[in-house]
């Protein structure tokens, strides 16, 4: 009874991780990463078309910029939706796949707005995620990018936005003063803007695996407490309702038979005896152990059979392997040899894989890993190859 109610447990456990892994990656398969643009000098990439021309020249002119005269790659992508997808692992993708900054010095910095879905992020490469930084990106997107999408303004959110990663993450100040326009909407906004703490943010940073994880360990450690609780808990005695009590390891033995003894001896299952302090009546309880290398004996039907597998030939590419199983019964008399054979190891196809390649390669020979060739000094191709492991910020409005 306990048991099953045990199995039951784990089963709908396994079937609420099981629900949302599933819909966890059936939302991945969703939105695309958009295709890197192959021209020079073309550092914006606005897929809504709701980005004004103005905006979208001036935030080339200043890309340009510090990619010339300071060899730094900052990108804006401008987005309807991720279409479900978790906005900071998208970016992060993006960042990736499309290679952004220096590969030697991975200075990258990638702000992508999803503007369907109203979020924004600020990726940077893992050569400028130091916390400074990050906590610049997280304030850039708290005091500038936010309220400039709240206001309406899409490209002053973009321009100010991409110009303060440039001066405080990227630490640019060669960057020409923006005009007394913008300077004073940038300090309005700077004013305005409190630094407020949302609880939709803090989720959406947190992410959905702490929860799944705690979920699950909740789950388990319930069920032990539940086992431990049910195992040990008062009980009336069958018979005459009177108080039992738990014999020890060494009383109960008197009660087990010789199957038994030998079951609790390897540990493959524990027996509590419960006694009737009123009358004779005897009560064993069985609690078979879940982590054991003895199973149920097909002679004597105890949990005392003993399984040693043995590889006697290591399958390799040319042939196949052997493996010799002895069984044993540690109760009776119960023993059986056997063999069986393993499959070759099929021949991989080298250099096949490739999955996690970075980048699209305009530009770019489609050697593995880093290519430190490209644009950082001939100007062809486009962004140097950096990379991310995702820090920066997220904003929503
Ligand atoms: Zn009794
Ligand atoms: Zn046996």
Request: aromatic share 10%; glycine share 12%.
């Amino acid at each position: 009874m306990n048991g099953q109610i045990v199995n039951i447990m784990i089963a709908l456990l396994t079937l609420f991780v099981a629900a949302i892994l599933a819909s966890h990656s059936s939302v991945y398969a969703q939105a695309q990463i958009p295709i890197r643009p192959p021209e020079k000098n073309k550092w914006i990439v606005d897929l809504t078309g709701q980005v004004p021309a103005d905006a979208v020249t001036e935030i080339n002119l200043m890309c340009t910029e510090i990619f010339e005269a300071n060899n730094r790659e900052l990108v804006v992508v401008v987005i309807n939706s991720t279409d479900g997808r978790d906005h900071r692992k998208y970016a992060t993708q993006l960042f990736n796949q499309w290679g952004i900054g220096s590969a030697f010095k991975d200075n990258g910095i990638l702000l992508l707005a999803a503007l369907g879905d109203r979020r924004a992020e600020i990726i940077v490469g893992d050569g400028v995620d130091y916390d400074p930084q990050v906590r610049s990106a997280e304030k850039i997107m708290d005091t500038i990018i936010v309220p400039g999408f709240k206001q309406g303004d899409i490209g002053g959110a973009l321009y100010e936005g991409a110009r303060a990663c440039a001066t405080r993450i990227l630490s640019i100040a060669s960057l020409q003063a923006p005009r007394d326009l913008r300077r004073a909407d940038e300090i309005r906004w700077r004013q305005r803007a409190k630094p407020r703490w949302s609880l939709r943010r803090e989720l959406a940073r947190i992410g959905p695996w702490p929860w799944i994880i705690g979920s699950g360990l909740l789950g388990i450690v319930g069920i032990f407490w539940f086992r431990h609780f049910n195992r040990y808990r008062a009980r009336g005695c069958l018979e005459c309702g009177g108080e039992t009590v738990l014999l020890s390891e060494e009383q109960d033995d008197q009660f087990l038979d010789r199957g038994e003894s030998v079951e609790e001896q390897l540990g493959s299952v524990d027996y509590d005896v419960w006694a009737c302090l009123n009358c004779e009546e005897v009560v064993k309880i069985r609690y078979g152990r879940w982590f054991t290398r003895y199973s149920k004996c097909p002679r004597c039907n105890y949990n005392t059979r003993c399984k040693i597998t043995r590889t006697v030939v290591q399958a390799t590419t040319r042939h196949g392997g052997r493996v010799r199983v002895d069984e044993d019964c540690r109760n009776c008399d119960y023993r059986k040899r056997y063999s069986y054979s393993t499959p070759r190891i099929p021949v991989s196809s080298g250099s096949s894989g490739g999955r996690r390649s970075r980048g699209f390669g305009f530009g770019r020979s489609s050697s593995s890993g880093r290519s430190f060739g490209g644009r950082s000094f001939g100007g062809g191709g486009r962004f140097g190859g950096g990379r991310s492991s995702g820090r920066g910020a997220s904003g929503g409005w």
